[in-house]
């Protein structure tokens, strides 16, 4: 069973910078994807943003492309994602969340394991 820890949210002004973080353990695979949601209240959970463990490919929504970056410390176990430039709209429960395999795919279905989540509050 693969546990997430998140960190990393808070509360910062729209323009402002913060970064995430995601600790993975117990039954890391050899091969896996580790993907960035969010759900701000009353909407869907959407995806941000994934990476291959490998680090050789990565997938971003529109709505971040250019923004955002995800980054991972295989040594740690550990993803990151660093938010720049960030806009009221960006006010969500961040989760991070792992899928067997190397085929990053941006749906929720797709990922097996799922973290608590961190608030992140973007004020205008």
């Known amino acids: 069973q693969v546990q997430l820890v998140e960190s990393g949210g808070g509360l910062v002004q729209a323009g402002g910078s913060l970064r995430l973080s995601c600790v993975a353990s117990?039954?890391?695979?050899?091969?896996?994807?580790m993907g960035w949601f969010r759900q701000a209240p009353g909407k869907e959970r959407e995806f941000v943003v994934a990476?291959?463990?490998?680090?050789?490919?990565?997938y971003y929504a529109d709505s971040v492309k250019g923004r955002f970056t995800i980054s991972r410390d295989n040594a740690k176990n550990t993803a990151y994602l660093q938010m720049n430039s960030l806009k009221p709209e960006d006010t969500a429960v961040y989760y991070c969340?792992?899928?067997?395999?190397?085929?990053?795919?941006?749906?929720?279905?797709?990922?097996?394991?799922w973290g608590q989540g961190t608030q992140v509050t973007v004020s205008s």
């Open positions: 969340a792992v899928r067997r395999g190397s085929l990053i795919q941006s749906t929720t279905m797709a990922f097996d394991f």
């Open positions: 117990g039954g890391i695979f050899s091969s896996y994807v």
């Open positions: 990476i291959r463990w490998s680090g050789d490919a990565t």
